[in-house]
């Protein structure tokens, strides 16, 4: 259900009052949108209007204030995916299923369930040797690239 305004192309200074932000919704928000809703008029009560100037959103993480998907792809690869080795960016290439950047990305990082990382993080396993060849421990490396047994399937 998307939420809209019974009019199209209101103004914030359109739903100001002295009692605070009136909306005219065509549907009650539902869910977690209703929470999302409480928050967003929290927000807005703590913000000044001036209700002679058009409404204008301005982005504080670019120069213009203008909002970019590159930048925010920037930010979000600085602090949620830091580089595997100095210098490293992450690419990413639309060719390819996310899911698959996601399981190179996490397989550089050592951050697949494979048996010895299970290990070091404390879940008791009977063996920490490879399942499938039972003859070395099963490490990142292994799993993909060493199993003698992989090239059998």
Known sequence: ??????????????????????WQWRHTPPGR????????NRLLSECSFDRSRKDKWRWSM????????????????QLIL???YPQQITLRNNLVPKKVDIFV??????RLSVRVELDRRGIDLHSVLCPVCDDVVESVDHSIIFCNQNLEI
């Open 1 to 22: 259900m998307r939420m809209e305004e019974q009019t199209s192309n209101v103004s914030i200074k359109d739903r100001i009052t002295e009692d605070g932000f009136v």
């Open 33 to 40: 949108a209703a929470g999302e809703f409480v928050e967003l």
């Open 62 to 77: 670019s120069t213009d204030g203008s909002f970019k998907v590159k930048i925010l792809v920037s930010k979000i690869d």
């Open 105 to 110: 990305w996490r397989a550089l990082l050592k």
């Open 82 to 84: 830091p580089p595997v």
